[in-house]
């Protein structure tokens, strides 16, 4: 008869489960694996099984995840800035090659494509550092007038549908 293999686990002292318990009650599972070493979900299923729910402070939860946000955006604005960066740097690299295929007489459509690139690789670099493309503000400003012309036109329509001897 083949021998069974027996799951492996790795078993935790009773101190350390008492222990990241401990911790469980005062910070949470996500606190107590951290300073346990111990993974949440095996926090978690003790405490579980032992019926003992977690007692962390409201005002640091929200605190911590304060500052979980503040580092997220923090980290999205550096992303955004050195692809802004790498964007600038790749335009620049086009503008030179552009540069050398009008001296070179290359064929236009080679010049174009590279002067096309150039300018979607502008564009990006611009939205990343937080500038709006012109095209974008531009329409904005156009489709706000057309609202606004239209409410216009509504109010004086309704101004003279009330005014007496009109």
Do not use: C
């Not at 111990?38 to 978690?44: A, G, K, V, Y």
């Not at 979980?68 to 802004?84: G, I, K, L, S, Y």
């Not at 531009?138 to 007496?164: C, F, H, N, Y």
């Amino acid at each position: 008869m083949p021998a069974t293999r027996q799951p492996v686990h790795a078993p935790y002292p009773a101190e350390e489960r008492e222990a990241a318990l401990a911790l469980y009650t005062q910070h949470g599972a996500a606190e107590a694996s951290r300073r346990s070493g111990i993974p949440d979900r095996t926090i978690l299923s003790w405490a579980k099984a032992a019926g003992i729910t977690a007692g962390a402070d409201p005002e640091k939860t929200r605190a911590m995840t304060a500052a979980h946000a503040e580092r997220v955006q923090r980290t999205w604005a550096d992303f955004r800035e050195n692809e802004a960066l790498a964007a600038g740097a790749a335009a620049n690299v086009l503008r030179t090659r552009i540069r050398d295929l009008v001296a070179s007489e290359a064929p236009g459509r080679e010049v174009q494509a590279h002067a096309i690139a150039y300018g979607i690789l502008i564009d990006k670099a611009e939205l990343l550092s937080g500038q709006a493309s012109q095209r974008i503000e531009v329409w904005a400003q156009t489709e706000l007038d057309v609202e606004l012309r239209g409410l216009i036109v509504k109010m004086e329509d309704s101004i003279r549908e009330r005014s007496p001897g009109t």
